[in-house]
Every structure is written in structure tokens, then in C-alpha cells.
């Protein structure tokens, strides 16, 4: 059976956050996913969206914000 893989404006809409931000996670290894080919568009797995799903409703509830900086807390 093959899993819904989220494109970078899934995962923006999923994680309330623009797709920019998206893009620079990947990009900055913040959030695992793979890119389509050379230069191609990225696929995140739905395991990877509810982690960081999890880990932004755990900062914003000790105050910490992940949309201020474009970075995901510790």
C-alpha cells in the first residue's frame, strides 16, 4: 500500500506556516523529507508533519515561537 507523501505546500497548510519556511527546514535539515529528482519538488512523509506538528503546539505552549525566527525549538 503506498503512503500519502505531503508536497511543501501541503505541509505548509498542515503546519500553519508559509512555504518558504517549509523549503528552508528542508533545506536546513530541520525537517526530513526528499527531493523529486535534481532541483525537483520535496515530499515529506505524514509522520514527519505530525512530529513537528507536535513539537510547535509543545513550543508555543512555553512561550516559544517557531514562526518569529523560522526555526523549529529545541
Known sequence: M???LYTVDDAA???ERPPATIRKWLRGG??????????GSWRISPGEIERLGGQMDTDERFGL?????????S
Open 2 to 4: 503506498r503512503r500519502k
Open 13 to 15: 497548510a498542515a503546519l
Open 30 to 39: 530541520k525537517i526530513d523529507g526528499y527531493q523529486v529528482g535534481p532541483g
Open 65 to 73: 515561537s517557531a514562526a518569529s525566527d523560522g526555526e523549529l525549538g
